[in-house]
């Protein structure tokens, strides 16, 4: 039999009503999808959030064990031991059970007292920069290590000069002293000078200085101590020879150093330098001093200057010894020549007769 499909209105409607229902079911199992996804996440991140620690949680310290190996030190010989000091080490969790001292740097000379101990000396050190280290193990076996820097100085006060006397032709009758530690001046606490020997009239400023002025000496020999104290109690002591001499005859052996056309300059009156003096003769020569004006044939006598006696003298010298240099303008180991006058426009010559 053959059926014919009838378009009615009631089909149409059935049609769209089915359509709607179709339309409801599909949202709600998409729903139902998207809630389980999210329920998964969620149960996800709060697995995660438990086994990973939060970003501002304070981290475990996971390096208790600190290996202290005390204060730097500075000794000044003849001072030649320290003590070294490792009892500030620590662990905070477990017990150290090991010290052990070793050299790092700095010369062969030492000794430990006791190298596997947490304080012990380290005598027979010598001039130089060491460095110790110390290495601590605790109960776990973790080792750490600190180092330690000692550094020794050579006690040293000596004075200008000291290595050969230092001789003065009269009518000088004045020496500056001087002391030249090699180690910082902070670590003294005082100094002293004092007379050894030698003839009974002289003068003397700031004795209890760096550096002494003697004066009104007369002719012979002396000698003078320098007694320096350090801050670890240690004493030190230089001596200096200081020879006064009648040069008013030359000998006949004596040498001749001519030095011509010399330049004036004007630090405090005219004057002529001669730089590095003992650099042209010996240190410990006797010798006199002459200038030879432009124009002239004549040697004219230049006396030193005397810091006790009035004189007269167009001309004088004096040697600087003052360290460092002196007034800012006069270098140390110069000779320098005074000229009272007004007449500097020539380029004079200077005889230094020594033997």
Sequence with gaps: MNTKRVATQNAKMFTAVSQTRIYCNLLILVSSLLLVIACTKSEDLEIIGDEFPVENESPIDSSPLIANAGANQTIILPTNFVNLDGSASSDLKNAIVSYSWSKLLGPDEYNFTNANAAQTPVTNLVEGLYQFQLTITNTLGDSARGVVS????????????SSSAINLMLPIDWVVL??????????????SW??????????????NSAYTVLYNLVEGHHQYELTANYLNGSVSKDTVNVNLYDVSIIPQNAKELIIENV?????WYATLPITDFYGLIPR????RIF?????????EDVPGWSMSSTQN???DYFIERRLPDGAGMYTNGSLYISYFGSDTLDTPDIKIVYW
Aim: cysteine-free; overall charge positive.
């Design 150 to 161: 000692v550094s020794v100085i050579q006690n040293s006060t000596a004075i200008y000069g």
């Design 194 to 207: 004092k007379k050894i020997s030698g003839p009974g009239s002289y003068n003397v400023s700031y004795s």
């Design 313 to 315: 003298t167009l001309y």
């Design 178 to 191: 001087n002391n030249t530690p090699s180690g910082s001046s902070s670590n003294i606490t005082g100094m």
């Design 284 to 287: 410990e020569s006797l010798f």
């Design 263 to 267: 330049s004036w300059t004007f630090p």
């Design 291 to 299: 200038v030879r004006r432009d124009g002239s044939s004549n040697w």
